[in-house]
């Protein structure tokens, strides 16, 4: 997101617990480079706040959370271990994402684990993030670890049912990633859709 109503809207809809901003000059969604932190001020604290980032250096992620006081680095490009540790060791916390297929490999998240706050499983694509579209969740089941993570990639009004029922199978899967499935253009939730939705979870 980056337009304050927007903001503010989907920040008061039940069962949000943390809004998206995306800090990757190539995407659509991108926040630009003067936007101004005001833009947050109608944020409540209950709801964290989290940058995405795409092979920044640490010291921007770190630089860029502490200027809008976020809470949280979503790192969606091959950032190591170690920056995951500098970004913690600063403040923050630190969400690793991963582009799943049906060849991924689970083994390369131990190296991960100790160094993170939680996983964001999104499906593989052309691009860093944003694809739209979904990975076969069955693969899920060869996740072993304990380290919590959000299902993302190409959540949508159509699959977001079948999203919540995942997570009755998958104990370590704490939430939904909702991103290009829910706006009417990017960077601009549909609000609405997304009332819709957790209507129908509150439902179950
Ligand atoms: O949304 C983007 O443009 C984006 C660009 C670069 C990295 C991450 C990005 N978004 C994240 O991508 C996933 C999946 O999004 P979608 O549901 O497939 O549209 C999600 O975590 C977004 O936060």
């Given at each position: 997101m980056r337009e304050a109503d927007?903001?503010?809207?989907?920040a008061n809809i039940q069962y949000i617990s943390y809004l998206g901003f995306i800090f990757y000059p190539k995407s659509s969604r991108y926040v630009g480079a003067d936007w101004p932190k005001e833009t947050l001020v109608?944020?409540?604290?209950?709801?964290q706040k989290v940058g995405v980032f795409v092979?920044?250096?640490?010291?921007n992620v770190i630089s860029i959370l502490?200027?809008?006081?976020?809470n949280i680095a979503q790192l969606h490009g091959e950032e190591t271990p170690a920056q995951c540790d500098q970004i913690r060791a600063a403040g923050f916390g630190v969400w690793k994402a991963f582009s799943l297929d049906n060849n991924f490999d689970f083994e390369q998240l131990a190296a991960y684990a100790p160094h993170v706050d939680c996983f964001v499983f999104?499906?593989?694509g052309a691009h860093?993030?944003?694809?739209?579209?979904t990975f076969d969740w069955q693969v899920l089941k060869k996740y072993?670890?304990?380290?919590p993570f959000l299902l993302s990639g190409g959540l949508n009004p159509d699959n977001f049912g079948q999203a919540v029922t995942q997570a009755a199978t998958l104990p370590q899967m704490v939430g939904l990633d909702l991103n290009s499935g829910f706006e009417h253009s990017p960077a601009l939730k549909n609000t609405e859709a997304l009332a819709a939705a957790f209507t129908t979870f509150s439902g179950q």
């Open positions: 927007n903001i503010k809207n989907v109608s944020v409540p604290n209950a709801v092979n920044e250096s640490t010291e502490q200027k809008y006081c976020l999104d499906a593989k860093y993030g944003g694809n739209g579209h072993k670890l304990n380290t």
